[in-house]
T-cell receptor
Framework: QKEVEQNSGPLSVPEGAIASLNCTYSDRGSQSFFWYRQYSGKSPELIMSIYSNGDKEDGRFTAQLNKASQYVSLLIRDSQPSDSATYLC???????????FGRGTSLIVHP | DGGITQSPKYLFRKEGQNVTLSCEQNLNHDAMYWYRQDPGQGLRLIYYSQIVNDFQKGDIAEGYSVSREKKESFPLTVTSAQKNPTAFYLCASMGMLAAGHNEQFFGPGTRLTVL
């Protein structure tokens, strides 16, 4: 059974701080890793993808991947109230068409 | 504009009725998916299709049916056999950016309520 673990939160951070969202996964064959943002009542929106160990930066977002530890994280710098949402981690095994979704971490950025 | 459309946005069903949720994409993606999301829960896979005229059951296929007659379309029927159909239904498709780099994108969703 492939599992993806995320702390459900809520994670509460002040505006301007760094928010750190973490995800562990059980499938060692996972090759692709995705972070989605989901606002309440809306569908998930892909915000980051990472395929190799290390860091990948895109604007205020940085994804970090450590395949040996089966750990992927998302850092949000200079957090804004508009970042308040649920963040879903979704690894996908090599050759698979099906990502496995975690339950998501709720992030609240307060002014 | 390329994207995934779902209709209707809201749907109300009486118990015992079948309903069909529409999903269309103009991204030329081969793979399409249906997920169900309940409040406070993650996404659960209902059905997926990797090519036209072929589809596979996901983790919670009972009470649902799909068809894939065209690449662009992947409708989901919620049958009366589905005991608890009230949920948020999400359609997704996956395209290849580069070898091994496939990304999945979601439609806006249909919120189904059984009265």
């Amino acid at each position: 059974q492939k599992e993806v673990e995320q702390n459900s939160g809520p994670l509460s951070v002040p505006e301007g701080a760094i928010a750190s969202l973490n995800c562990t996964y059980s499938d060692r064959g996972s090759q692709s890793f995705f972070w989605y943002r989901q606002y309440s009542g809306k569908s998930p929106e892909l915000i980051m993808s990472i395929y190799s160990n290390g860091d990948k930066e895109d604007g205020r977002f940085t994804a970090q991947l450590n395949k040996a530890s089966q750990y992927v994280s998302l850092l949000i710098r200079d957090s804004q109230p508009s970042d308040s949402a649920t963040y879903l981690c979704a690894p996908r095994g090599g050759g698979s068409y099906i990502p496995t979704f975690g339950r998501g971490t709720s992030l609240i950025v307060h002014p | 504009d390329g994207g995934i459309t779902q209709s209707p946005k809201y749907l109300f069903r009486k118990e015992g009725q079948n309903v069909t949720l529409s999903c269309e994409q103009n991204l030329n993606h081969d793979a399409m998916y249906w997920y169900r999301q309940d409040p406070g829960q993650g996404l659960r896979l209902i059905y997926y299709s990797q090519i036209v005229n072929d589809f596979q059951k996901g983790d919670i296929a009972e009470g649902y049916s799909v068809s894939r007659e065209k690449k662009e379309s992947f409708p989901l029927t919620v049958t009366s056999a589905q005991k608890n159909p009230t949920a948020f239904y999400l359609c997704a498709s996956m395209g290849m950016l580069a070898a091994g780099h496939n990304e999945q994108f979601f439609g806006p969703g249909t919120r189904l309520t059984v009265l």
